[in-house]
């Protein structure tokens, strides 16, 4: 007989809760990925997803983690010797970097501290240093630091005047910010299932150019699994090359009726409410936001320990008492930050049930906080919902 764990409520920058329709679509039966009810549900998942991408472009959908999807771009788009421009501000960036350098490109790093990022000039400066620069690759989201790159639209402005691909890693981000792909001249975006679609891991959707596409074909990638030629001859049958997770192909057609149905905007607004509602209340109860205000992502909300608070005890009590599972900070910032997913299907209950066990939790712990009053600041913001 099967013991179930006990259900937290999983507060992580990614998995997220998963909503209940979401969760109940994956128990339909299996189907095959070559017959008429296939296709017509990859049809359907295809114009959803245009709509949340913004983009004209095709969505291919791959069985993979967003890592892979980051994989996918690096292995279609880079070749030996080819220079590419990263911003570095947290872990996921170095990442891309590192599977760039991987491929036999030339990385080119504009790095800045943890907690900000890379200002316009500092782009613009290294295209104007580099000479046949083929990508700019940017993190829009890093969520170990909890930042977003409020500048992408401005330096992908900057990297067509200069004739280079735009790649950009949505992953914790599509759906929970703005991100019009073709307003903003963007050539591949990457988007996981696990964070702002509010699904189960295992599938990343990436959004392809025609100019990358018309490069592909051209100069073959020496992947199989990710040939974005090859997902797009498949995906014109409405088909993938490979077996699909056919379960979580189900789960994505019901996160994309559902965004839809709720609209992307109001959406979109809702996972800015929220973060403003967290992030006033944490100032308050003296938990300082770690990323510098013009910065601060609405997806992944960070904050820095009163001194005496312990990271690993703290979020044990949160787990163990209050049934909340949030994320610590990794790498040099193990042990600094917390960190919060204000990702996917926002409620006002999910936002003041972690504020207010967070206020406890600091109370247990000796930091005695107003937890009323924390609260009351919350729901100030949350009566725009």
Not at 102 to 112: F, M, N, P, T
Not at 236 to 262: C, D, G, H, M, R
């Amino acid at each position: 007989m099967a013991i179930f764990p006990k259900k937290k409520l999983i507060m992580l920058p990614g998995p997220v809760d998963v909503p209940y329709k979401i969760s109940m679509a994956m128990i339909k039966p299996i189907i095959s990925h070559r017959g008429k009810d296939f296709h017509e549900m990859m049809e359907n998942i295809e114009r959803m997803a245009k709509e949340v991408f913004k983009t004209k472009h095709p969505v291919f959908v791959l069985t993979a983690s967003g890592t892979g999807g980051v994989e996918a771009a690096v292995l279609n788009v880079v070749r030996p010797k080819d220079k590419v421009i990263v911003p570095i501000f947290g872990e996921f960036g170095m990442r891309i970097a590192k599977q760039v350098e991987r491929a036999g490109g030339e990385v080119i790093r504009v790095e800045s501290p943890l907690g900000t990022a890379p200002e316009i000039d500092r782009i613009r400066e290294a295209f104007e240093s580099t000479e046949d620069v083929k990508a700019l690759f940017v993190v829009y989201n890093d969520t170990s630091p909890g930042v977003t790159y409020r500048y992408l639209k401005d330096i992908s402005k900057i990297a067509k005047r200069y004739g280079a691909f735009v790649v950009v890693d949505a992953i914790s981000i599509l759906g929970g910010d703005d991100l019009p792909q073709d307003e903003w001249e963007i050539d591949i975006v990457i988007a996981g299932a696990q964070k702002c679609l509010a699904m189960p891991p295992g599938l990343v959707l990436v959004s392809v150019s025609k100019e990358v596409l018309d490069y592909v074909r051209k100069n073959p990638p020496v992947t199989v699994y990710f040939d974005f030629a090859r997902q797009e001859e498949f995906l014109l049958k409405n088909e993938t090359p490979v077996t699909p997770a056919i379960p979580l192909f189900y789960a994505l057609e019901q996160s994309l009726e559902e965004i839809i149905s709720e609209g992307l905007g109001n959406r979109i607004r809702k996972h800015k409410v929220a973060a403003k509602a967290y992030y006033n209340a944490f100032t308050y109860a003296g938990l300082n936001p770690f990323v510098e205000e013009r910065f601060r992502s609405n997806v992944v909300i960070t904050s820095t320990y009163p001194n005496g608070i312990d990271d690993k005890k703290f979020r044990e009590i949160l787990n163990q008492k209050f049934d909340i599972v949030i994320g610590g900070g990794f790498g040099e910032l193990k042990g600094k930050i917390f960190r919060i997913g204000n990702m996917g299907e926002i409620t006002e209950a999910k936002v003041l049930r972690t504020i207010e066990a967070i206020g406890g939790t600091l109370n247990i712990m000796g930091k005695k906080v107003d937890v009323a009053e924390m609260i009351n600041i919350a729901e100030k913001e949350l009566s725009n919902l």
